[in-house]
């Protein structure tokens, strides 16, 4: 199936909000026949003159704003990942074939949901991270949720993209988790030592 690209400096997860502003005249072409035949662009993430091969699909959900001189912002959903298979450059946006695929591998388990879960707020609030309330579906994997809200590096991010069993991305977030909380729990113990008047043991 060949689809619209939108090359980004992001890493886009099923079921995430993608909220955009359009400006380039080439994109707005691009979105512009997106609304008219409701239809999705696909989002891979791009690193200078690097592309990712593995992307997932946005859905425009509406049209937040219109600007005068054709610029908008949009609100976009991530509904499918997909794996580029070929590049069409014959228009003046980038366009690709795609093979669209699902997880094949093991799913989670519900235990391993909630550890992962448990482990994601531990961090954040570790970090001093604020994030906007969270409803989990422990019954239904939630890795992708979980990662969206990660502020993580892009690469970490797409390695979950790309991996095709949800147990093993449940797997690489807990890991993730387990290694992150030890680091912050050092530093938030250093820097109430540094605070005047902390008892020395």
């Known amino acids: 199936m060949r689809i619209p690209l939108f090359p980004l400096e992001t890493v886009l997860f099923p079921g995430a909000a993608l909220p955009l502003h359009i400006f380039e005249k080439r994109y707005r072409e691009m979105v512009g026949e997106c609304l008219r035949e409701t239809k999705p662009f696909g989002v891979v993430r791009s690193d200078g003159d690097q592309m990712a091969i593995i992307g997932c699909t946005a859905q425009i959900v509406r049209v937040v704003e219109r600007f005068a001189d054709g610029q908008m912002d949009i ?3 991530g509904v499918k990942r997909f794996e580029i298979e070929g590049l069409d450059e ?16 093991a799913g989670s388990t519900r235990t ?11 961090t954040l ?12 579906d422990l019954n239904a994997p939630v890795a992708f949720q979980l990662a969206d809200a990660l502020p993580s590096d892009l690469s970490f991010k797409q390695q979950l993209l ?12 807990r890991s993730f988790y387990n290694e992150m909380l030890p680091r912050l729990r050092a530093k938030e113990d250093v820097s109430r030592a540094a605070q005047p008047g902390f008892p020395i043991h």
């Open 75 to 77: 609100l976009c959903e």
């Open 90 to 105: 014959s228009r003046e946006f980038l366009q690709a074939d795609v093979e669209f695929f699902e997880d094949e591998g």
């Open 112 to 122: 391993d949901r909630e550890d992962c879960a448990a482990l994601h707020f531990a």
């Open 162 to 173: 790309a991996s095709r069993s949800d147990a093993d991305r449940t797997a690489r977030l």
């Open 125 to 136: 609030h570790m970090a001093g991270i604020q994030t906007p309330t969270m409803h989990l």
